[in-house]
């Protein structure tokens, strides 16, 4: 295997992370106004996530400085391309992250209140924008032969990746329902359930939808003729075993099932792509591949010395930090105020 | 204006303001855990109070530096594509080893830390606050490395019109990043270090817990002293290599016109950049031959000298860069500086005479100090930043050259306004909670009673 392809597989990691882990905590704060019956609800869920969203983020900011670093054309072409999109995702990560750290400071409603539109809409927006700007790459974009996006905000919100966007957005919230049914207690708990429940039919519906038009709308499934194939088949199967387990109320099997959907599809979407990275909607000679985006080899093979030795160690503490926390937060944990 | 001003200005406003909060969280993180260490190491409770204290306003002051951190990495593919795209080859491996190495680590134990309090034994729990303070001035060398290799390219070659990785030790021993990187941090621990003297010397004046936030004054002078003094001699080191690697940027910073041979420096000049000279200058004779060469004798080269030189090799252009603001800047900094190792020694000279806690007009003296922190910090970056241009990448790539082509300016209007009016929104909030929190003063906390810092 040549440098290249393993820088691609190690961004493909760091998104599949970054997804998984910041899919379920979007999902939280989506939740947050819709399970919690009064504030003490609220602050519980929020805790929920407390100690491990800031580092879940950092998947993301470790992706960005892998492509910048690895592949720097993809990533100067992909940052400004979805120049809007990127900033309202931004934002998003900005206010939500200032909600979370600021919420339980003053006790004011209006403070609160803010807080929590905060938290809501920097979920909300990014768990639906990274389907869009995903959606968007395998569709193919206009890009130019100076490797640059040549096209409009419109032509990011076409139909069919609005669709991609809802499919993000639906499947980080019943992650993130399912993390909530691990982490509280009692009736939040009962509560979450229910909704997760209630969520998977719909969500089957989008994913199905999503499935059906990726036939007419991508590359992708071209390649991959009328029988899926053994990872999209992994997908169907895991996003079925998610309705099974909480059929038999294994909510811990369950929040595992949605996490390898979401793990599985995104696979799905880089390899189908490789060895392009960004392809060209105008013309194949414009399409980015890993060869004519990336680094020189002394850079990648740097790198890969530097990944081998340090995201074992992340791993591991990361999955310690969650070991510490691994009991529910009760209600009971959440100062009178 | 044009993309390209936008761009600039939509650069300068994100990352002045993100280098309000860094630097602070770089001295104020060290602190915080040498607080803690006293408190494990004496188990005097009033240690354990101050932690909690200055622990929280920290964790006010982190959360605006992670947030405007995570622009500073995506704007430079938003923005500055071209620049990318060039420099992507090098400048991307200290950013990735930043996240890699720094941002998990500060990311992870700051939630261990946080919300361990009665989870980790307590040990364990100190370690984490040391694990945050050490990550946090580890991502400043990974990305003085990135800014070192801007101002002083080593280590590249030219391949296809883009700078590759020819020699990745050179770019670690950047003599650059050997100079500008520890001058950097100082002045974070001096900007840390008056945050909890003035916050401390606040409450004493308010007669609050006097006997709790001398301790923290007193850890703070010492830690202040030599932080200011270490920042000093650090910041005349890269100036001696400025003078070599960069003498444009030295000749902008004195508002030298002409080389001079011995060279006078300039204690005050009103500079016209048009006209290219300097009105009504105060000049000490033989002084900047001292500095710069550490001899009475030395040639220090003019901007008109260095524009010709320019000029022959990268073919006609205006290459000197924005005098004025260069010029006053370095004054301002330079100035602050003196101001900050005067008021820690007299603060230590206080404390040997005993009236550290009584002597009010000091006390104040230091509030004021803790915001003119802010103000020196900005002064450096703007000469080092702005005494750069018109380069990016010194002598390599113009900023010009480095913007992003496909980004429309109605596009850059809306993030520069959105972005402003978001930053100036939060600075309103995170400085009435660290008022509000720093009013309460120090917690009560009982022996043997564990609480987290906090509770979302």
């Known amino acids: ?337 | 204006m044009e993309a390209l001003e936008l761009a600039r200005w939509q650069f300068g406003i994100t990352t002045v303001y993100h280098f309000i909060f860094v630097p602070l969280t770089l001295g104020l993180s060290v602190l915080v855990a040498i607080l803690q260490s006293f408190y494990y190491r004496t188990g005097d409770i009033h240690y354990k109070r101050l932690t909690k204290y200055f622990g929280k306003l920290f964790v006010i002051i982190f959360t605006l530096g992670i947030v405007t951190g995570i622009v500073q990495e995506f704007q430079f593919g938003m923005n500055w594509s071209e620049y990318s795209r060039f420099v992507g080859d090098i400048f991307g491996i200290p950013l990735a080893i930043e996240a890699l190495m720094a941002f998990f680590i500060e990311s992870t134990f700051l939630g261990l830390w946080i919300f361990g309090w009665n989870r980790l034994p307590k040990a364990v729990h100190l370690a984490c606050i040391w694990l945050v303070a050490i990550a946090s001035n580890l991502s400043a060398v990974w990305i003085l490395m990135a800014n070192s290799w801007m101002q002083v390219p080593v280590g590249y070659e030219i391949v296809g019109g883009r700078a590759e990785l020819a020699d990745f030790v050179a770019i670690l021993l950047n003599e650059r990043l050997l100079v500008q990187m520890p001058h950097t941090i100082l002045a974070g621990f001096i900007t840390g270090g008056l945050f909890v003297l003035g916050m401390s010397a606040w409450m004493m004046i308010r007669k609050q817990q006097t006997e709790i936030f001398l301790k923290s004054a007193k850890i703070a002078l010492v830690f202040t002293a030599v932080a200011s003094i270490l920042t000093a001699t650090t910041g005349h080191d890269q100036a001696q290599d400025t003078v070599q690697t960069q003498p444009m940027k030295m000749a902008a910073m004195e508002g030298l016109w002409d080389t001079e041979e011995p060279a006078s420096f300039s204690l005050f000049a009103l500079i016209d950049q048009e006209e290219r000279t300097s009105m009504r200058e105060v000049r000490l004779p033989y002084m900047l031959s001292v500095l710069a060469h550490n001899n009475l004798t030395s040639e220090v080269r003019g901007m008109n000298e260095l524009q010709a030189e320019m000029e022959e090799k990268h073919g006609p252009g205006d290459y000197i860069p924005p005098v004025a603001i260069v010029y006053w800047s370095f004054r301002i900094m330079v100035g602050l500086g003196f101001l900050f190792i005067i008021i820690s020694i007299r603060g230590l000279w206080l404390w040997w005479r005993g009236t550290l806690e009584q002597h009010t007009r000091f006390q104040k003296a230091t509030i004021i100090m803790m915001f003119l922190a802010f103000v020196a910090n900005t002064a450096g970056w703007i000469v080092a930043e702005m005494g750069r241009q018109p380069w990016v990448v010194y002598e390599l790539l113009l900023t010009a050259d480095g913007v992003s082509p496909s980004v429309f300016e109605s596009s850059i209007w809306i993030t520069m306004i959105g972005f402003t009016i978001v930053y100036g929104i939060l600075a309103v909030a995170a400085f009435y909670l660290v008022y509000y929190y720093g009013k309460q003063g120090a917690p009560e906390e009982q022996e043997g009673v564990e609480t987290n810092l906090h509770t979302y």
């Open chain 1, 1 to 337: 295997m040549d440098l290249q392809t393993i820088w691609f597989i190690l961004i493909a990691v760091l998104f599949i992370g970054y997804f998984f882990l910041e899919g379920f905590d979007f999902g939280v704060g989506i939740l947050m106004p819709f399970v919690s019956r009064d504030e003490v609800d609220r602050r519980v869920t929020l805790n929920t996530i407390g100690p491990f969203w800031d580092a879940n983020e950092v998947w993301l900011i470790t992706a960005g400085g892998a492509m910048f670093a690895a592949f720097p054309h993809w990533y100067a072409t992909m940052f400004s391309g979805f120049y809007l999109p990127l900033f309202l995702i931004l934002l998003a990560l900005i206010v939500r992250a200032v909600g979370f750290e600021f919420r339980s400071k003053l006790k004011e409603r209006w403070w609160r209140v803010t807080a929590d539109q905060f938290v809501f809409w920097g979920s909300a927006v990014p768990a639906f924008l990274w389907g869009v700007a995903l959606t968007n790459i395998v569709m193919g974009l206009p890009i130019g032969d100076d490797m640059n996006f040549t096209g409009t905000l419109a032509a990011l919100l076409n139909p069919y990746a609005l669709l991609g966007g809802l499919v993000s957005l639906i499947m980080f919230t019943l992650h993130g329902a399912l993390f909530l049914s691990l982490r509280t207690t009692g009736e939040m708990k009962e509560r979450v359930e229910k909704v997760a429940r209630a969520m998977w039919a719909p969500a089957g519906l989008v994913l199905l939808l999503f499935a059906a038009l990726g036939y007419r709308h991508t590359v992708l499934f071209e390649e991959l003729g009328l029988i899926p194939g053994t990872l999209p088949m992994i997908t169907i199967v895991a996003f079925i075993a998610a309705f099974v387990f909480m059929q038999i109320y294994r909510f811990g099997w369950a929040f595992a099932a949605t996490g390898a959907t979401i793990v599985f599809g995104t696979i799905v979407a880089f390899q189908g792509l490789y060895p392009v990275v960004m392809p060209s909607s105008l013309s194949e000679d414009f399409h980015l591949t890993v060869y004519n985006a990336s680094s020189s080899d002394l850079t990648l093979t740097i790198m890969s010395f530097v990944a081998l030795i340090f995201v074992p160690i992340i791993l591991a503490y990361q999955g310690w930090s969650y070991w510490v926390f691994r009991q529910r937060v009760t209600r009971d944990a959440i100062p009178r105020d």
